[in-house]
C-alpha cells in the first residue's frame, strides 16, 4: 500500500506547525517567535481575541481532534479550556503545543493512502474522510499563524508590505 | 506514473482557495474566497489602527503571487513581480477583483494538476538569479500563503466590523 498521500500531508503538517528548512514564513510557531510575553497576552487594537486565545484554540483543536476523530471521543472543549489555572506564559503554551501537534501528528503517521478516504467522526458528530481531518489542522495553523502575526505587527507598529512586492 | 502527491496537493490547494464546486471536500473555513465573502465594499480599504495593509492590498497579493509562482514553478504564462497586476482598474472593488483572483487561482491549479510526483522536486530557479527550488516548493507555499492572509483578512474584517469574537 502506497504512503506518497500520507506523507505529503504529514510535511503540510509540520511545515503549518513549524519551520521546516528555510519554510518559515508561515507556520504558527514562527509567528510566535516575535511576539513577546506581553504582547502575548493582547489582543489588537479595538480587537477581542488576544494572542494567548488564539493559541490556545489552535492547540485544543488538535487535541479535541485526535480525541474524537481517533479515538473515544470524550474528550470537551470545557476541558481543554480548563487545562491551565489563570494565563499560561508564551513558554508553557508552546510546550503544550508541541505535546498536542506530536499527539496528532502520531495518530497519522501509521496511516497508508488507503486509510485518507476513511470516515471519521469529527467533534461536533459529522463524519469526515481523514484527508479532510488532516487538511482542517492544516489550515487551522497557518490561518491562526496570520492572525497572530496581523495582531503582533499592529501591537508593534510593525506592519508592512513584502519588499518584493507592489 | 504516480499522481497521489499530485492530487493531495491539488486538493489542498482547492480547499486554500475554495473552489466553487460540488465536490471540494472541505466547507472552507480558512479559504481565501470564505473569509472575502463577509468583507464589504467600505471594508475593503479600511485599515486598523497602525496598519499598513488593507484586505485590498492582501488579496491583490494573494492573486499577484499566485500568477508568479505558476510561472516560475509550472511553466505557466508568463508573470513577474513589479509588473501592474492587477490594473489598477480592477483592484477597486472587491466585486471586480474576486474574478481576477479565481482566475490566478485556476492558472496555479491547472498547471500544478499537468504535473506527476516524480516531477515534484525537480529544480526550478525562483526570480532570485541562482536560487533553485523543488517545484513542490513552488505549490506548498501557495497553500501556506491563501491560508495566511485568508487569517489576516479575517481579522481586519473582524477589527472593521467590530465583531472580532
Request: proline share 5%.
Amino acid at each position: 500500500m502506497t504512503r506518497a498521500g500520507v506523507d505529503q500531508l504529514l510535511y503540510m503538517l509540520d511545515r503549518a506547525f513549524a519551520p521546516i528548512d528555510d519554510d518559515v514564513e508561515h507556520s504558527l510557531l514562527h509567528n510566535l517567535e516575535a511576539v513577546t510575553e506581553d504582547d502575548f497576552l493582547r489582543a489588537a487594537p479595538n480587537g477581542n481575541r488576544t494572542i494567548v486565545q488564539i493559541t490556545w484554540h489552535a492547540a485544543a483543536a488538535k487535541l479535541m481532534y485526535a480525541n474524537h476523530c481517533f479515538g473515544d471521543g470524550t474528550l470537551t472543549w470545557d476541558e481543554l479550556f480548563n487545562h491551565w489555572e489563570g494565563k499560561p506564559s508564551k513558554t508553557e503554551m508552546i510546550d503544550w503545543l508541541r505535546e498536542a501537534h506530536a499527539e496528532f501528528r502520531g495518530l497519522i503517521e501509521p496511516l497508508d493512502d488507503g486509510a485518507l478516504t476513511v470516515e471519521r467522526k469529527a467533534p461536533w458528530g459529522a463524519m469526515h474522510e481523514t484527508r479532510w481531518i488532516v487538511a482542517q489542522i492544516i489550515e487551522h495553523d497557518v490561518y491562526h499563524a496570520g492572525e497572530i502575526n496581523l495582531i503582533r505587527a499592529l501591537l508593534q507598529d510593525t506592519d508592512s508590505r513584502p519588499t518584493f512586492d507592489e | 506514473m504516480s499522481r497521489n502527491e499530485v492530487e493531495v496537493l491539488v486538493e489542498l490547494l482547492d480547499s486554500a482557495f475554495q473552489r466553487p464546486i460540488p465536490d471540494n471536500w472541505s466547507d472552507g473555513w480558512h479559504s481565501l474566497l470564505s473569509n472575502l465573502r463577509s468583507v464589504r465594499e467600505e471594508d475593503w480599504d479600511w485599515l486598523p489602527a497602525d496598519g499598513v495593509r488593507t484586505i485590498r492590498d492582501l488579496a491583490s497579493h494573494c492573486g499577484r503571487t499566485m500568477r508568479v509562482y505558476a510561472y516560475y514553478g509550472f511553466d505557466a504564462p508568463e508573470m513577474h513581480w513589479g509588473e501592474e497586476n492587477p490594473p489598477a482598474a480592477i483592484r477597486a472593488t472587491k466585486e471586480l477583483l474576486t474574478p481576477w483572483l479565481v482566475e490566478s487561482y485556476e492558472t496555479l491549479r491547472d498547471t500544478v494538476a499537468k504535473f506527476n510526483d516524480d516531477q515534484l522536486d525537480d529544480p526550478r530557479e525562483t526570480w532570485d538569479e541562482g536560487d533553485f527550488r523543488p517545484r513542490r516548493w513552488f505549490v506548498t507555499t501557495m497553500i501556506d500563503h491563501l491560508l495566511y492572509h485568508a487569517g489576516e483578512i479575517n481579522h481586519i474584517r473582524a477589527l472593521a466590523q467590530k465583531n472580532d469574537e
